[in-house]
């Protein structure tokens, strides 16, 4: 006896008749509506998630793997209000976003100059990330 | 064929590490079935569709650091299964489902028999759709997906007893609504 059949003919008051519609009846009726399979258009969308997903998470690119590390920097720091840090804990967060404002700014003023300074930009960014970080941020995108 | 022997759970740390075969054989296993509980929960194609969807998101999310703790694969896909239908059900409220018709009938060979079983599945999908959702999950888990009682307690993370118990009132429930319909659904759809 499967556990299905047992589950037919049992539990809680099942069993318990009902005028009109047997136990059997009901396992036909329910065997009759069957439920629509996935289609293959959404099998074609579960696959592209994948693949976006593997994409954001293994980097292929320097873009992707830069806002891998924001976001897992971020994703570290619970609370942005900072409240129930630990005084050391806020120091190192405010300074961090301090820095990241300063990029926000120094970024706006590179783009007004058309970009003539892009590589002082990055060179700023990486070294707020070896700040942030520990250093080794080279090393890491050179793995990529 | 590698993917032909290997488990859901060698399948779940391959498609961790970015491999797109064990992915696509994640799919073809589960899509199904994870489609066929999130249809039953929420009654209509394209929002089961979504919550399959999401559902298969966190799986790739989570594959990475997937670990199996004592449980199996297929367990924690329905629980996430599970769970996003009953966070979308919440969210949105209960809603009557706008599309009963079932979707696969393409067994009965003439019009009249595909019409009756429309109908009689229209009124069976009804029927479930008006449980209390954890009795609705229960149907899904146990009847339509075959999990014995234990698997589906997992599942659902409640006690076997409890699961017995949600059964046992489900199909006395759906019984008490369909029996009005009893001659049209099983004498006129053929059943009988």
């Keep these: 006896m499967t556990n299905r059949e047992r589950n037919d003919g049992g539990g809680d008051g099942a069993g318990e008749p009902v005028r009109g519609l047997s136990e059997t009846d009901l396992s036909r009726l329910l065997d009759a509506a069957h439920a629509p399979k996935a289609s293959e258009s959404l099998q074609a969308r579960l696959m592209s998630d994948f693949d976006r997903s593997s994409r954001v998470s293994f980097g292929g690119d320097r873009n992707t793997?830069?806002?891998?590390?924001?976001?897992?920097?971020?994703?570290?720091?619970?609370?942005?209000?900072?409240?129930?840090?630990?005084p050391l804990a806020r120091f190192v967060r405010g300074g961090v976003l301090a820095a990241l404002g300063g990029l926000g700014f120094f970024a706006g003023a590179v783009s007004a100059n058309e970009g003539a300074e892009e590589e002082m930009a990055i060179a700023y960014f990486e070294s707020v990330l070896d700040v942030g970080f520990g250093g080794g941020v080279e090393d890491l995108w050179d793995a990529q | 064929m590698r993917s032909d022997v290997d488990s859901d759970e060698a399948l779940v740390t391959r498609a961790g590490r970015g491999d797109r075969t064990a992915a696509g054989e994640l799919i073809l296993r589960h899509s199904d079935r994870v489609m066929g509980v999130c249809y039953r929960m929420l009654g209509e194609r394209a929002a089961a569709e979504d919550a399959a969807q999401e559902t298969f998101l966190k799986l790739w999310r989570n594959a990475a650091k997937w670990e199996p703790r004592g449980a199996k694969f297929s367990t924690w896909l329905y629980r996430v299964a599970s769970n996003v239908c009953l966070d979308r059900l919440r969210r949105g409220?209960?809603?009557?489902?706008?599309?009963?018709?079932?979707e696969r009938i393409d067994d009965a060979p003439h019009a009249d028999e595909?019409?009756?079983?429309?109908?009689?599945?229209?009124?069976?999908?009804?029927?479930?759709a008006q449980l209390p959702e954890r009795q609705r999950l229960?149907?899904?888990?146990?009847?339509?997906?075959?999990?014995?009682?234990?698997?589906a307690a997992a599942v659902m993370e409640t006690t076997?007893?409890?699961?017995?118990?949600?059964?046992?009132?489900?199909?006395?429930?759906?019984?008490?609504?369909?029996?009005?319909?009893?001659?049209?659904?099983?004498?006129?759809?053929?059943?009988?």
């Design chain 2, 93 to 102: 409220g209960r809603e009557a489902p706008e599309e009963a018709a079932p």
């Design chain 2, 160 to 192: 076997v007893e409890a699961v017995e118990s949600l059964l046992g009132r489900a199909r006395r429930g759906l019984r008490r609504t369909l029996a009005p319909m009893r001659e049209e659904l099983l004498e006129g759809g053929g059943l009988k």
């Design chain 2, 114 to 128: 595909r019409l009756m079983a429309a109908d009689r599945a229209a009124a069976v999908h009804a029927a479930i």
């Design chain 1, 65 to 86: 793997f830069r806002l891998r590390m924001v976001r897992d920097f971020f994703s570290t720091m619970p609370d942005i209000s900072f409240v129930g840090a630990s």
């Design chain 2, 138 to 151: 229960a149907i899904a888990l146990c009847h339509y997906e075959e999990l014995s009682n234990i698997e």
